[in-house]
T-cell receptor, first 113, second 110 residues
Framework: DTTVKQNPRYKLARVGKPVNLICSQTMNHDTMYWYQKKPNQAPKLLLFYYDKILNREADTFEKFQSSRPNNSFCSLYIGSAGLEYSAMYLC????????????FGPGTRLLVL | QQKVQQSPESLSVPEGGMASFNCTSSDRNFQYFWWYRQHSGEGPKALMSIFSDGDKKEGRFTAHLNKASLHVSLHIRDSQPSDSALYFCAASEPTDKVVFGTGTRLQVSP
């Protein structure tokens, strides 16, 4: 979906260093999501926003932070990257409630060394 | 336990053939189902949504839902090499977030 953009597309990070991933959308949708996708696994929901309200999943609560200064922009922040954070990170707008379809950005592939 | 299970894990069909994907959920509260497709290097893109029992057809794609058996399927007729991708089933309750399956990888050979 070209209405959801992610930057950077590829990110190389060192263990213990912070990582900040960016997502933007042009549709001004109320909801935005961040997923982590590893090979042979289902996309795993990390957190989502409804308007300015942040909801973080219980099992990733302490590992990921986020900010959403306006409806068009959302970030995903890792304070101290570990090897296990290597994955594709997908941002999506819309969806999750009732019959609303989600629209994903192209993803950011993060490699932690 | 994975709430949305997909089969097979991978699938290979010849060009022009029929590709079929299966998805079973373990949560009877799921009411809404989607099929997403992800090509290499891209994010998932919604193919179809299906919310009512029965068939839904869009071009070469047909989805079938049976809520009583918690089963949803996707069929692609006249498969093309460009259909080669990872296919995800997704489901949600009316007031909750979407849950994805682990995906089925389709390879369509010319």
């Amino acid at each position: 979906d070209t209405t959801v953009k992610q930057n950077p597309r590829y990110k190389l990070a060192r263990v213990g260093k912070p990582v900040n991933l960016i997502c933007s959308q042009t549709m001004n949708h109320d909801t935005m999501y961040w997923y982590q996708k590893k090979p042979n696994q289902a996309p795993k929901l990390l957190l989502f926003y409804y308007d300015k309200i942040l909801n973080r999943e219980a099992d990733t609560f302490e590992k990921f932070q986020s900010s959403r200064p306006n409806n068009s922009f959302c970030s995903l922040y890792i304070g101290s990257a570990g090897l296990e954070y290597s994955a594709m990170y997908l941002c999506a707008r819309g969806g999750g409630f009732n019959q609303d379809t989600q629209y994903f950005g192209p993803g950011t592939r993060l490699l932690v060394l | 336990q994975q709430k949305v299970q997909q089969s097979p894990e991978s699938l290979s069909v010849p060009e022009g053939g029929m590709a079929s994907f299966n998805c079973t959920s373990s949560d009877r509260n799921f009411q809404y189902f989607w099929w997403y497709r992800q090509h290499s290097g891209e994010g998932p893109k919604a193919l179809m949504s299906i919310f009512s029992d029965g068939d839904k057809k869009e071009g070469r794609f047909t989805a079938h839902l049976n809520k009583a058996s918690l089963h949803v399927s996707l069929h692609i007729r006249d498969s093309q090499p460009s259909d080669s991708a990872l296919y995800f089933c997704a489901a949600s309750e009316p007031t909750d977030k979407v849950v994805f399956g682990t995906g089925t990888r389709l390879q369509v050979s010319p």
